[in-house]
Nanobody, 128 residues
Framework: VQLFQTGGGSVESGGSLKLSCAGT?????????????VAWFRQAPGKEREFVAS????????DYADSAKGRFTISKDTAKSTRYLQMNRLRPEDTAVYYC?????????????????WSQGTQVTVTS
């Protein structure tokens, strides 16, 4: 599965951005993007990659890092094979490169090792 990420950019503190993650192709076992859980991670300079949010393959389960709760919303558009991360009330500490990633695991958590395919990443910069 190949992931293509769009969105990102620079915004002032308190502003909003929306990231999109689209998937194409299939795994060796013929699983499509639709069959995968999707997560968003971010990595700031000099820091480890950290979990932001995730959504199960059918959309029934969503999880958020404490830093994202109440401000970010992860969603899916099955018809467009796209997952989104709506980020509101952005803060300077949200500045990072954001990645989407997918997994077929049903017992996934926010650990990056649980995810098998990754997008190219996009920069999000929040200025104060």
């Amino acid at each position: 599965v190949q992931l293509f990420q769009t969105g990102g950019g620079s915004v002032e503190s308190g502003g909003s951005l929306k990231l999109s993650c689209a998937g194409t192709g299939r795994t060796v076992d013929q699983y499509s993007f639709y069959d995968h859980a999707v997560a968003w991670f971010r990595q700031a300079p000099g820091k480890e990659r950290e979990f932001v949010a995730s959504i199960s393959w059918n959309g029934d389960k969503t999880d958020y890092a404490d830093s994202a709760k109440g401000r970010f919303t992860i969603s899916k558009d099955t018809a467009k094979s796209t997952r989104y991360l709506q980020m509101n009330r952005l803060r300077p500490e949200d500045t990072a490169v954001y990645y989407c990633a997918v997994t077929l695991r049903l017992d996934y958590s926010g650990h990056p090792d649980h995810f098998t395919s990754w997008s190219q990443g996009t920069q999000v910069t929040v200025t104060s």
